[in-house]
């Protein structure tokens, strides 16, 4: 709400107007709903590890590596996707991510080896890598423009994004969510009769996804500037990128903690722990669309960032040192958290300096991947090092320190978040809260 007025507030994401989350084109929501699918992909696997492991001989640690693979491919990738999509242009580089999946997802049901899956979860990183990168800035570029102009600093690159630009970035995060939330249902219905029959499936709604995206999207604008491959490195030398990237970093490794390695400690059936997953990505996608902009707006971005990061942190300890009914109420609990940071993070990342969009996004996932990657092949190993709570402790420890990073570098992060600090219109010596 306006604090002045008490109507919608300059810009809106949930305003009814031509910015709104809903009144999307063809193309927004073609983009997004294939991006439901690509989400679908990471936590496709959760419900399904113990029976990979059956089914491939592995050991917890073997089957890990599906994530690691995957996540460290995503992240070395992110230093090509620009490069790639400023010559081919956004929608050739959504194509050949959407058919690289279809190709890798098909090929990690036939797999013969535990070995076989995990290279042919990379080649499905790679494709992920390329449409979900370029996913994002199309969103943002095809979006209704809504109503309200951005801001000087915004036209920078920094700022809240305004009307259509802020309710594009929520319609990702909510595909986000919602992938996240299904992909466990999915792989629990599909993989009940067989571990492979998710990877298929799979291959399947991405082939959908391709024929949506190619009727759907035409072709967005090219950059003036073609996209180097050392680009996205360059961004980070911008501080307030850097400082997001960083924080993420440590908040990915506690993410992809809890993502990857709890599903053993649960050991529930793949129908339970899909149930329990889908819940948590429920939680995910409520937080992350509907909760997190309206504690931005009543609080500021870096305190709910900050204060949602330290409450993780205690969720991780309780679930790892908890009993088995308290680890699948953290498990379902941690989706909230995990949304209001995810929102938070990636405008953060869109906004805090002035490269393009394209370019912050590539840098600071390039960061951020890469502890996606180191999670879920640490977190066994330091369980075998030790002992099955351990692994929690240190993921609460990444957990405050990605808090930490946030304080300690609130000077650098505030180009973007500034705009999203409490307004005290004060009237008649009352001070009024923007809603």
């Known amino acids: ?101 279809v190709v890798f997802a098909g090929l990690s049901g036939t797999s013969g080896s535990v070995g076989e899956l995990v290279g042919f979860r990379a080649g499905w990183g790679l494709g992920n890598a390329l449409f979900v990168s370029t996913a994002l800035a199309v969103i943002v570029g095809a979006a209704h423009p809504g109503g309200a102009a951005r801001s000087a600093s915004a036209k920078g690159g920094g700022g809240r994004r305004a009307g259509g630009s802020a309710a594009a970035i929520l319609l990702y995060e909510s595909a986000l969510g919602l992938g996240m939330a299904c992909g466990p249902l999915v792989g ?68 992809f903690t809890v993502l990857a390695f709890t599903p053993f400690v649960l050991d529930m059936t793949p129908y339970k722990s899909g149930a329990v997953f889908f819940a948590w990505g429920v939680l995910l996608a409520v937080f992350s669309v509907l909760v997190a902009p309206r504690l931005q707006a009543r609080f500021g971005s870096l305190k709910v960032l900050g204060g949602s990061l330290v409450l993780l942190a205690v969720d991780v300890l309780v679930l790892g040192y908890g009993d088995h009914t308290t680890a699948v109420a953290c498990t379902v609990l941690s989706g909230a958290f995990i949304g209001v940071n995810n929102t938070v993070y990636t405008e953060l990342a869109l906004g805090v300096s002035d490269a393009p969009r394209p370019v912050a996004s590539a840098g600071y996932n390039f960061v951020r991947w890469f502890a996606a990657a180191a999670a879920p092949f640490l977190a066994p190993k330091i369980e075998e090092w030790s002992d099955i709570h351990i692994p ?22 505030t180009h973007e978040a500034a705009e999203l600090e409490p307004q005290h219109a004060t009237e008649d010596g009352v001070g009024v809260f923007a809603d």
């Not at 107007?17 to 927004?28: D, E, S």
């Not at 460290?72 to 058919?99: E, P, Q, W």
């Not at 240190?394 to 946030?406: C, N």
């Open 188 to 255: 629990a219905l599909l993989g009940d009769a067989s571990w492979r029959y998710p990877f298929f499936g799979t291959a399947v709604l991405m082939a959908i996804g391709f024929l949506c995206v190619t009727a759907f999207l035409r072709e967005q604008p090219k950059p003036a500037r073609k996209t180097s491959l050392l680009d996205p490195l360059k961004a980070l030398g911008h501080g307030g990128l850097a400082s997001a990237a960083a924080s993420a970093f440590f908040y990915n490794y506690t993410f």
């Open 392 to 413: 929690f402790v240190v993921a609460a420890v990444t957990a405050v320190l990605g808090a930490v990073v946030v304080w300690a570098r609130r000077a650098s992060l």
């Open 1 to 101: 709400m306006n604090s002045r007025t008490g109507g919608p507030a300059e810009g809106d994401p949930f305003d009814a107007g031509a910015g709104g989350i809903l009144r999307q084109p063809k193309a927004v929501w073609a983009t997004a709903g294939a991006s439901v699918v690509a989400f679908m992909g990471i936590g496709l696997v959760d419900p399904i590890l113990p029976s990979i492991a059956e089914g491939l001989d592995a050991s917890a640690g073997q089957v890990s590596l599906l994530f690691t693979s995957y996540f460290l491919i995503t992240a070395l990738a992110m230093l090509v996707t620009g490069f790639v999509s400023s010559r081919v242009g956004g929608k050739k580089t959504l194509l050949l991510g959407l058919a690289l999946v």
